[in-house]
């Protein structure tokens, strides 16, 4: 289950810790997708968050951080509560979800539909369900700047929402032209188009 050379507890302590890393960075960039809302009592009394596949989003792949595989670990959404004992051994109540979406955490990154190898959108319901039950919280990551250009909102609007060069070509991400790096500013639909998409999975799939 756990990457050879660390042992449980120090593996867990690091995915935690990288999921904060990420959760910050995501906050961060969200702070341009709407006007202000105020936030729940349980998410301002939230201090941590905790992350266990595809090493946490930003900064865990640069520190080496261990990560599980989450189709050999959870088999289906419905067994989410797995995520939540092992949280809660490290004092947080809020799962962070990476690598829910179709096919996978790098396969597309824009059109956020539930991958169906994990049970599909009724299956995470039904955890998420499950989570609530046992007094939880989940939360989703969706990227807020990067899209696949493959994926169908890349190719039906990647070339007018990205950043640009001088010269008028779109900007990458890193040097990887896999992607489109987005713009989340005026003269963009970029902004209104991902803030829907969290709108969409909060009523969709009741999570957090």
């Not at 979800?97 to 096919?103: G, Y």
């Not at 169906?116 to 990227?143: F, S």
Request: hydrophobic share 40%; net charge negative.
């Amino acid at each position: 289950m756990y990457a050879r050379g660390f042992d449980e507890d120090m593996v867990m302590r690091s995915q935690c810790a990288a999921a904060v890393v990420s959760w910050a960075v995501t906050l961060m960039l969200a702070c341009t997708c709407a006007e202000a809302v105020e936030s729940p009592q349980w998410w301002r009394e939230t201090r941590s968050v905790y992350a266990s596949f595809d090493l946490s989003g930003a900064g865990g792949p640069l520190m080496k951080f261990p990560s599980d595989d989450i189709v050999e670990k959870l088999g289906n959404f419905r067994n989410l509560p797995i995520l939540l004992e092992e949280a809660r051994r490290l004092g947080c109540n809020c799962i962070y979800l990476i690598s829910w979406w179709h096919p996978d955490y790098a396969g597309n990154k824009g059109d956020y539909r539930v991958r169906e190898d994990l049970g599909g959108a009724e299956a995470l319901r039904g955890g998420v369900r499950k989570v609530h039950e046992l007094g939880g919280r989940i939360i989703l990551y969706i990227e807020p700047f990067i899209v696949t250009r493959t994926s169908e909102v890349g190719k039906a609007y990647g070339p007018a929402w990205c950043m640009k060069e001088a010269g008028g070509r779109p900007k990458t991400y890193y040097g990887n032209a896999k992607y489109y790096l987005m713009w989340p500013a005026e003269g963009s639909g970029w902004t209104e188009y991902i803030c829907g998409v969290a709108e969409r999975l909060v009523g969709d799939l009741e999570v957090d």
